[in-house]
């Protein structure tokens, strides 16, 4: 196990360091020096950058239920009856990347997180099995089923079955019968008071596997999430399950699509690009654990799954086309991220024919994506429900290949560059740990910080050369203070370091914070439903909320400009804060600012963030413009103190506000609110 990743996973568990650190200051107190007047100097005839079309971007991965018990619209927790299957960890050597290889399963179990209705016994069957991927089915025997008492299994959820009023939900699954069973099957969603809210007859089930179909219409009724869906018979007999599924309508009606919920918070952000499919989970623990794309495609009944890195069993049917599908959904870019040859426990394959199987499919994963119908891939990606090839502009190779203490990337690294630039010259590289072999077009940086350090860091790429040809993608980037998600101290800590990514978009080429979502409904315990505190966007089965952070970049992304303006800074406030484990304070900047313009109508943005507990005023000048119209526009996020926050119960309670702005000029004083962060559009000629 890597024992440096290992101990990042487990800090990232409520209630660890991190979080001790970023709560005492929040209750510290600042103590303000008394720095001379601060001004911004913003010169609009000079301009620094183009603003990346990659800015902003998304990122997760299947952590904290983000796809299965988030995103991906499924409703039905362990539909392939697979989460019993054991671990079974592969060494790299005899681990052979073409073969599949099958789940393994406790004898008489009963699977987990379903419940038997009516006294029927249940059990794993893996002698009934649906197929070679789905290789195991759920034996339902319910001898004693009758009318006055029906038989038959119930599953509760990801933490609940949502039901909203006069909605279809789409109910599918397979089964077969023993001889002398005469159905039907009744799948219903109840109340966990047994109130019936929607059912539907099944009839037909015969001694071999179909696939039925049903749709649960509900009534008027008060929307809710503790029910419970039900298959059930009256008739007794002896009856085989697979693949049991149930879905509510998805964002823009894709069949096998998304939460629209969810969908809508991201698309509302405006996001550019999405890095996917993750981070650790590109990886996974071993060889056969890892992000194993061409087991992810085609029907979802013929999708094996795979135990995840963050200890729960994934269906895939949130696969590699569900991801395009995402990005086309939400109107993202795909940023794809291929297996590298090295997984978490810090197993890894040598540069050399080892390695050249998984390069290869890592160019198949490429056509997938990129090919039109004339490919092998391209034409299976249309097969699966996608005919426009999608644009594909950057790769990048593994994910944190920094951990890999063997030096072994290098070598890695260039036979996937060179593999990848000759057969797709276009497409830019990305690497996750320093090269010397090749030249990479980006290099991955991550932070994970608390506010105080995350604002310390606020100037960190104001100071880099310029002479770098590798540019810099901070693929994963978050100030993790605030559980389940980050309060406001974590929004004023991120949007500190948005300005520094703004003013030096001449080398930062794209960014993405991580990780996107979380399931908050069991965030600590047993079977929890977050593994990574401090996550932008929280959820339970009914509803969702953005935190301030998701807030702040949603204000960012929604106001960035095309061009990014020369800005400098004097006299800027500091504030004393904890040094850390050390002991003793240090002072960091509390002030923090980047200015960008649209330059099709010449509007400015100014971003000021100030991070201070008490208001502090800034007077802007703006130079080679003729004039700033006295009046423009300012949206505020703003809170009482830094740790107030968002949640289920209160959702808006820390949102922006939108006014306008007066008294503004070349040259104009204006004060910021404690803890606020505010953007300025102005209107300049
Ligand atoms: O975003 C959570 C994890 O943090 C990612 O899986 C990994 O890349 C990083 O260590």
Redesign the pocket.
Same mark, same amino acid.
């Given at each position: 196990m890597n024992l440096i990743?290992s101990l990042?996973q487990r800090l990232?568990l409520p209630g660890t360091a991190l979080v001790f650190v970023s709560t005492f200051a929040a209750t510290a107190g600042f103590a303000q020096s008394n720095a001379p007047a601060t001004s911004i100097q913003i010169q609009a005839d000079k301009v620094t950058a183009r603003m990346p079309p990659t800015f902003y971007g998304l990122m997760t991965?299947e952590?904290n239920f983000s796809y299965e018990g988030g995103l991906y619209g499924e409703l039905i927790r362990n539909r392939t009856f697979k989460s019993d299957s054991f671990p079974q960890p592969i060494k790299p050597e005899d681990y052979d990347p073409a073969k599949f290889y099958p789940a393994k399963y406790p004898a008489n179990a009963a699977p987990k997180f379903w419940d038997s209705v009516g006294g029927a016994a249940l059990v794993l069957d893996t002698n009934a099995p649906l197929n070679d991927a789905l290789n195991v089915s759920l034996r339902l025997d319910a001898a004693a089923a009758s009318k006055a008492s029906p038989a038959g299994v119930a599953n509760g959820g990801y933490w609940g079955i949502p039901v909203q009023p006069r909605t279809a939900y789409k109910v599918s699954f397979f089964a077969k019968a023993a001889p002398g069973f005469t159905g039907p099957l009744t799948a219903s969603i109840e109340s966990t008071n047994g109130k019936v809210l929607a059912s539907a007859e099944i009839s037909g089930v015969t001694g071999e596997w179909q696939k039925f179909e049903a749709t649960l219409k509900t009534k008027g009724l008060k929307p809710s999430k503790d029910n419970v869906f039900k298959l059930t018979t009256a008739a007794p007999g002896t009856i085989w399950l697979q693949e049991v599924s149930l879905f509510p309508p998805t964002f823009k009606n894709r069949p096998n699509g998304d939460r629209q919920d969810l969908s809508q918070l991201l698309e509302d952000a405006q996001p550019k690009f999405l890095r996917f499919p993750?981070? @650790?989970?590109v990886e996974g623990n071993n060889f056969n654990e890892r992000f194993n794309w061409k087991q992810m495609i085609g029907p979802v009944e013929q999708r094996p799954g795979h135990r995840s890195c963050w200890g729960y069993w994934s269906t895939d049917g949130f696969g590699l086309p569900e991801f395009l599908g995402w990005c086309q959904d939400v109107g993202m870019e795909p940023v794809l991220a291929v297996f590298a040859g090295y997984t978490l426990n810090g197993n890894h394959v040598t540069n050399g024919p080892a390695l050249e199987p998984y390069v290869q499919e890592a160019l198949e994963e490429i056509e997938y994506v990129t090919g039109d119908a004339s490919t092998k891939w391209g034409a299976q990606r249309i097969k699966d429900g996608y005919p426009n090839p999608f644009p594909l502009h950057y790769v990048e190779i593994g @994910?944190?290949d920094f951990f890999d203490r063997s030096g072994s990337y290098d070598g890695r690294f260039a036979q996937f560059y060179d593999a990848i630039k000759a057969k797709y010259p276009q497409l830019k590289i990305i690497s996750t740990a320093g090269v010397r072999s090749r030249t990479a077009d980006l290099n991955d940086e991550?932070y994970?910080e608390s506010e105080e350090s995350m604002e310390g860091q606020a100037f960190k790429y104001d100071t880099r050369g310029r002479s770098n040809p590798t540019k810099i993608f901070v693929g994963?980037w978050a100030t993790r203070v605030g559980s389940p998600t980050p309060n406001m101290a974590g929004a004023l800590g991120d949007a500190a370091w948005m300005c520094c990514l703004e003013r030096n978009a001449d080398i930062v080429l794209m960014h993405c914070y991580?990780?996107l979502l979380v399931n908050v409904s069991k965030i600590g315990g047993k079977d929890r439903s977050m593994q990574?505190s401090s996550d932008l966007i929280g959820y339970d089965a009914l509803t969702s909320y953005g935190s301030p952070s998701y807030y702040a970049q949603k204000i960012f992304s929604l106001h960035k400009g095309d061009e990014v303006l020369a800005a400098s800074a004097e006299n800027l406030p500091l504030r004393t804060v904890p040094a850390g484990r050390g002991g003793g304070t240090r002072q960091i900047k509390s002030l923090f600012y980047s200015a960008t313009r649209d330059s099709a109508s010449g509007r400015i943005t100014v971003k000021v963030v100030n991070s201070a507990d008490t208001a502090q005023p800034v007077t802007i000048d703006i130079s080679g413009v003729k004039s700033i119209a006295a009046k423009g526009t300012a949206t505020v996020l703003k809170a009482a103190n830094r740790s107030e926050t968002n949640s289920l119960k209160e959702p808006q309670h820390v949102v922006p506000e939108t006014g306008t702005a007066k008294n503004l000029g070349t040259s104009f004083t204006r004060s910021y609110p404690p803890c606020s962060i505010t953007v300025l559009e102005l209107d300049a000629k």
């Open positions: 990743k990042t990232s991965e952590i993750g981070g @650790n989970y @994910n944190e991550h994970y994963e991580a990780p990574w």
